[in-house]
């Protein structure tokens, strides 16, 4: 078999994941502060809708754009939210679809993607398939913007720069200065921003500031996985300013020959999604990560993470966090290893989108493994 598989496969390594997986899967009821999935579902409201629209026979391709009423809804919305006149819109089969069809569109082999570390893990294997060069720029201890590494990173053959507030796996979000300085950088250079903007609802202390506020050359992707629990529903958008109209054609031209479209009635679904209040959602999740936050900040060292639902904690001891994380494992609570997100291997990541009650069981857990 191994020589029909193409050469870009062995770009990708799935190793720490599995791992992970692997371990847990003969553990029974673990603590799982694995899965970066909220443990609530989909609204009641919108599942009816999503049943509406499927009753009503709303089940074959939509446009390859996306459903026109949603994506005026969104066009409306980015521009009260960035002061964008004609934006372009795309919807898509979850951020995930946005990013490979925008690395699609943008990477070419040997440009260069700046990427703060830690890092979504997909940035990374994408710009590798493609055949682009990650250049990570380092954010420990704190996991603030580094906006002077990301100045001291850019060469002539930069293509874009990542930024992911709040952050996973670090649950950073990133102010309003650091945005507005990374913003100023990038126009310097007139280097594309790419803002992955799924979890901006999951934000604690104050609003997730955009730096699609700031520079109009910002890609900026927008989901429903996380806000709504729509994981599988797999829908998303991108949004951009409308000097980048061609960015936007180039990968619904690409969307045509992959996904062709997002869900269509889940589209139907998501105009709904729009209007949706998620803020008890969010109040949940702001005392889960206090509950998580307060546990654990004697014993280890991590920075109070501000949104998602995420914290990225330094591993005790000297020997790397993956012997940690086996030791926590094997107490029954899975947690992820942080050189999957990152060049380093010192932290590992919870995400506490789980019960308030696995939270302090888990926290009890980790506590006593130190
Ligand atoms: N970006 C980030 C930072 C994520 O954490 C995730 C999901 N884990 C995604 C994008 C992709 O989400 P989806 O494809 O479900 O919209």
């Not at 009753?55 to 939509?62: L, M």
């Amino acid at each position: 078999m191994k020589d029909i598989i193409a050469d870009r496969t062995k770009l990708i390594d799935a190793s720490g994941i599995r791992k992970v997986f692997a371990l847990g899967a003969s553990l029974e009821d673990p603590v799982d502060f694995s899965i970066g999935q909220p443990d609530f579902d989909v609204p009641e409201a919108l599942k009816e809708e999503a049943i509406k629209a499927i009753r009503a026979g709303q089940n074959s391709y939509s446009q390859t754009a996306g459903d026109e009423t949603l994506k005026e809804r969104i066009a409306e919305r980015v521009s009260n939210e960035f002061g964008w006149e004609n934006p372009a819109v795309l919807v898509v089969s979850g951020v995930s679809g946005g990013l490979l069809l925008a690395f699609m569109s943008l990477v070419n082999p040997g440009d260069e993607v700046i990427i703060p570390d830690p890092y979504f893990v997909m940035y990374k294997h994408l710009v590798n398939m493609l055949n682009g060069k990650c250049v990570f720029v380092d954010s420990y201890p704190d996991f603030e913007l580094p906006v002077e590494k990301i100045a001291g990173a850019i060469t002539s053959r930069t293509k874009m720069i990542i930024l992911n507030s709040p952050c996973n796996p670090t649950g950073m979000v990133y102010s309003e200065d650091q945005v507005k300085a990374v913003a100023e950088i990038a126009a310097e250079k007139d280097i594309l921003v790419m803002t992955d903007e799924i979890y901006e609802k999951f934000c604690y202390d104050g609003e997730c500031p955009s730096i699609a506020k700031h520079y109009e050359k910002s890609l900026v992707l927008q989901g429903f996985s996380k806000s709504h629990a729509m994981t599988g529903w797999r829908l998303g958008y991108v949004a951009a300013h409308e000097s980048l109209k061609d960015v936007i054609e180039e990968m619904t031209k690409i969307q045509q020959y992959t996904f062709v479209c997002a869900p269509t009635p889940f589209q139907k679904a998501a105009l709904a999604a729009l209007d949706y209040d998620v803020s008890d959602l969010v109040d949940a999740y702001r005392k889960k990560r206090d509950l998580l936050y307060d546990g654990l900040k004697d014993k280890f060292e991590l920075v109070m993470p501000g949104g998602a639902f995420y914290a990225f904690i330094k591993a005790p001891g000297t020997s790397g966090a993956t012997e940690f994380v086996e030791k926590a494992i094997k107490n029954n609570v899975l947690i992820i290893p942080g050189n999957v997100f990152s060049e380093k291997d010192t932290h590992f990541r919870i995400s506490y989108a789980t019960t308030d009650d696995k939270i302090r069981q888990g926290v009890e857990i980790l506590c006593s493994l130190i």
